[in-house]
Nanobody, 115 residues
Framework: QVQLVESGGGLVQTGGSLNLSCAASGITFSSSRIGWYRQVLGKRRELVADITGGGMTNYGGSVKGRFTISRDNAKNTVYLQMNSLKPEDTTVYYC?????????WGQGTQVTVSS
């Protein structure tokens, strides 16, 4: 059974930082593409960032230069370092894993940025 457990969300002031973690189990982690997505109420779920098993990264336009995704295959964990946070970054962040034609989702972690 595949499990993705997100952590690290919380409340931070504008300009602050948070580091999200996504711990995976039940999946061949090193060959999986792992991504962070977010969905603001009334809008479509959007890609924040993703990273391939080989470490290639891709970022959504609104977070480029502020967020950094990384992975530790020895710990089956992907991280999202979020800097220079803005109130519009407030929402639930979801971890996603893609492997062998299947996509799995975590339960999400809330990020709130106060102005």
């Amino acid at each position: 059974q595949v499990q993705l457990v997100e952590s690290g969300g919380g409340l931070v002031q504008t300009g602050g930082s948070l580091n999200l973690s996504c711990a995976a189990s039940g999946i061949t982690f090193s060959s999986s593409r792992i991504g962070w997505y977010r969905q603001v109420l009334g809008k479509r779920r959007e890609l924040v960032a993703d990273i391939t098993g080989g470490g290639m990264t891709n970022y959504g336009g609104s977070v480029k230069g502020r967020f950094t995704i990384s992975r530790d295959n020895a710990k089956n964990t992907v991280y999202l370092q979020m800097n220079s946070l803005k109130p519009e970054d407030t929402t639930v962040y979801y971890c996603s894993a893609y492997n062998n034609g299947y996509t799995y989702w975590g339960q999400g972690t809330q990020v709130t940025v106060s102005s």
